[in-house]
């Protein structure tokens, strides 16, 4: 009879040999999962890197198609617009003694404007209004009445010439500077902004604001005053009556300042004020000037503005 020995016993040794090689067999298994874990982290890495990048491209990309569609659309939309649109120009002028040069400058910015722009927009209308005041305290006003200037080539140039040779025959004389009653006149030319369809542009140029009474030096006082503030409100009134009214307010005394002394001196310091904030009440600082050189591009950008 075989007697029963029971379950068969494990060594130390190789239970101690099990234990090491599960150890092992572990830490591969942890060693494996964390070099899998460090490279994934490194691919994610770079794969953000890059689509980081990508973004930023891509970014860029649409910024800069952005910018060309919008430079695109503005300049169809002023296309469209001067298609569409009339063009009302009334320009006052001073015409007193000292205005020569700057009444030259207008002949030569008419000669070019009225020939550029009735070519490029649907209709175009120009007014001009020479003032002044003679040596007996009288008005005088020389006026353009607002009309059409057609394409040269539409009616052999008939309708430039009558404007050109109007502005070519004003003349500087001695005399002093009633621009109140002269803006309020050049301001009654324009159509009414209830009814015109189109960018309207009132230009001023002279030396001198509302402080010359009479044909003589003097010191400003309360009724200079205001007459000034009842030309803004007036110039305000009407610019902000409509989107598409535009103005120029031209100073060219500022050779006067330089070379005039005392109460006069004074006169064209305060004048150079007023036509700034002349534009100032139309909502529009950037429609002073004071470089009548510049006139042509100053006044075909305010007219296309």
């Known amino acids: 009879m075989k007697l029963d020995s029971g379950p068969p016993t494990t060594s130390f040794y190789e239970s101690f040999s099990d234990l090491i090689f599960a150890t092992l067999a572990v830490f591969v298994l942890l060693m494996i999962i964390f070099l899998v874990h460090i490279n994934l982290e490194t691919?994610?890495?770079e794969m953000q890197e890059k689509l980081a990048q990508a973004e930023e491209v891509l970014d860029e990309a649409v910024k800069k198609n952005a910018q060309e569609l919008e430079r695109t659309e503005k300049l169809l939309k002023s296309k469209?617009?001067?298609k569409q649109y009339n063009l009302e120009i009334v320009i006052a002028v001073d015409t007193t003694g000292s205005m020569q040069l700057e009444i030259?400058?207008?002949?030569d910015t008419i000669a070019l404007i009225g020939k550029i722009l009735p070519r490029i927009a649907s209709t175009v209308k120009i007014g001009?209004?020479?003032?002044r005041r003679n040596e007996a305290d009288k008005l005088v006003m020389q006026?353009?009445?607002?009309?059409?200037?057609?394409?040269?080539?539409?009616?052999?140039?008939?309708?430039?010439?009558r404007l050109h040779d109007f502005v070519r025959r004003l003349r500087a004389t001695p005399g002093s500077a009633p621009v109140e009653l002269a803006m309020d006149s050049a301001?009654?030319?324009?159509?009414?902004?209830?009814t015109f369809t189109g960018h309207q542009t009132f230009?001023?140029?002279?030396?001198?604001?509302?402080?010359?009474?009479?044909?003589?030096?003097?010191?400003?006082?309360?009724?200079?005053i205001q007459q000034a503030a009842a030309m803004k409100r007036q110039l305000g009134i009407w610019a902000k009556a409509s989107l598409h009214r535009n103005v120029l307010l031209l100073f060219s005394g500022n050779d006067e300042i330089s070379k005039t002394r005392g109460a006069q001196h004074q006169k064209f310091l305060?004048?150079?004020?007023?036509?700034?904030?002349?534009?100032?009440s139309a909502d529009q600082p950037e429609g002073y000037a004071d470089n009548y050189s510049e006139m042509i591009p100053l006044l075909l950008s305010s007219a296309l503005n």
Do not use: C, H, W
């Open 143 to 161: 006026s353009f009445a607002l009309q059409r200037i057609a394409d040269p080539d539409s009616d052999a140039s008939r309708s430039f010439k």
């Open 80 to 82: 469209q617009s001067l």
């Open 203 to 224: 230009m001023l140029l002279g030396d001198v604001g509302p402080y010359e009474d009479r044909y003589r030096d003097q010191k400003i006082d309360q009724k200079n």
């Open 270 to 280: 305060e004048s150079r004020k007023f036509f700034r904030e002349l534009a100032a």
């Open 43 to 45: 691919g994610l890495e």
């Open 128 to 131: 001009v209004l020479g003032y």
């Open 187 to 194: 301001l009654k030319m324009f159509s009414s902004a209830e």
């Open 104 to 107: 030259d400058q207008l002949t």
